[in-house]
């Protein structure tokens, strides 16, 4: 693993989307119960978010800076916790009642511009292919297509706004980011020394390492937890707070 320092721009992308991330969330949060009816509860709910992601966030860092991730030979790997606890961390947050209160309390344009963070995410990610920390398959000169999410999330969010696209076109859209995450999700974990499938020299370990490590545990949960959102809230009638 190349030597790498935090003062590096496209390294602390790894610290402060994160941060966003979960303030985006909270913020959410307390919005949408308030336009739900229910403002006396918004910053409880809010500072709860806050609170988990933060035991979530220190958790999974204390986790990369020790070592813990990197134990390949254990079965299963500890690594293999982390993907499983981040779909069903992503799952809890689409389907819960805080889901439900985004679902129907945010405009669906502010859901969709939310993934607009894959854009800055995929620079980054990068340039630490460039850096020889991530292998070429996970960036966008590789197998990693997922710019393209980030980089139509804006003008798709614009247009379910400003002129009430059609429905199907959030949908495509939504469907089609849903796909290319699974995909670069799909290259991390084969990438990975458990199946080295593009070869030993071209191994996905970087994430084990912290600030890294945030990318599967806050901005995967982030971009999956938000698709799934999109769906909930494309189900909500259009007479429904929002």
Do not use: C, K
């Not at 790997?77 to 439900?100: C, D, E, K, N, Q």
């Not at 999330?153 to 009430?164: D, E, H, K, S, W």
């Amino acid at each position: 693993m190349p030597d790498y320092s935090l003062v590096d721009i496209d390294v602390l992308a790894f610290v402060v989307i994160p941060i966003v991330l979960v303030a985006a969330l909270a913020w959410g949060i307390a919005v949408a119960s308030r336009r739900t009816g229910e403002p006396y509860n918004a910053t409880r709910r809010a500072l709860t978010v806050v609170l988990s992601a933060g035991v979530w966030m220190t958790t999974t860092w204390v986790a990369a800076a020790s070592g813990v991730l990197r134990r390949w030979e254990a079965t299963p790997p500890p690594f293999t916790l982390l993907v499983v606890g981040v779909v069903l961390l992503a799952f809890l947050i689409a389907f819960s009642g805080y889901g439900r209160r985004l679902a129907i309390g945010l405009p669906l344009w502010t859901l969709v511009a939310v993934q607009g963070f894959r854009l800055p995410l995929e620079l980054a990610m990068h340039g630490m292919y460039e850096r020889g920390i991530m292998p070429e398959q996970m960036s966008y000169s590789g197998r990693n297509f997922d710019v393209l999410t980030g980089a139509t999330a804006i003008f798709v969010a614009a247009l379910a706004r400003g002129t009430r696209a059609p429905r199907w076109v959030v949908t495509a859209w939504n469907v089609a980011g849903l796909a290319l995450l699974i995909n670069v999700v799909t290259i991390a974990i084969v990438s990975t020394p458990r199946f080295a499938y593009f070869g030993a020299d071209r191994l996905n370990v970087w994430v084990t390492y912290p600030p890294f490590v945030w990318l599967p545990a806050v901005m995967v949960v982030a971009a999956l937890a938000g698709h799934l959102l999109i769906l909930r809230a494309q189900r909500v009638p259009d007479d429904v707070v929002r």
